[in-house]
């Protein structure tokens, strides 16, 4: 599991903060005020099979999920703005990935059949896919829609 190194601003302490839960306004582990994460270096969520449906079933924010290869180009031409927007839109929406070459069961249940592939879900449902590259512009417009 991934962990984002978040220091407090209260007291000063670095707190690691498992990624799955850096959405939840997180509190330091010494003096127990909330950490302001925007000043952490927040990424995308990343999921694994074993994590996948409970995580996307169980948040109530929405979730993108980008499905990526890391050989694959355009997927590494889009990770830079994936960890924008996981920055940008924290706390209101969920923005996560999935290493489709060494998580497969994920991809294989949302027939990705290619990559890069964003998926929009909500409540665990799908209510949006795209394949391929997506303009930034688009894809800030999809994800004001969800706000
Ligand atoms: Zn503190």
Redesign the pocket.
């Known amino acids: 599991m991934k962990t984002v190194l978040a220091t ?1 601003q ?4 670095k707190n690691r903060i498992p990624d799955i839960k850096q959405h939840l306004k997180p509190r ?1 582990g ?2 127990k ?1 909330q950490i302001d994460m925007r000043l952490a270096n927040v990424g995308p969520v990343e999921l694994d099979d074993a994590i996948f449906e409970d995580f996307i079933n169980r948040n109530t924010l929405p979730v993108l999920v980008d499905f990526f290869s890391p050989t694959c180009g355009p997927c590494q031409m889009l990770a830079p703005l994936i960890i924008k927007l996981a920055g940008r839109y924290l706390g209101r929406i969920i923005v996560a990935s999935i290493d489709t070459s060494r998580f497969p069961a994920a991809s294989t249940r949302y027939q990705i059949r290619g990559v890069p592939t964003l998926i929009i879900f909500r409540n665990g449902k799908i209510i949006d896919r795209q394949t391929g590259a997506v303009p930034e512009n688009l894809l800030i417009e999809k994800l004001e829609s969800l706000l």
């Open positions: 407090c209260s007291c000063g302490v330091c010494r003096c005020k």
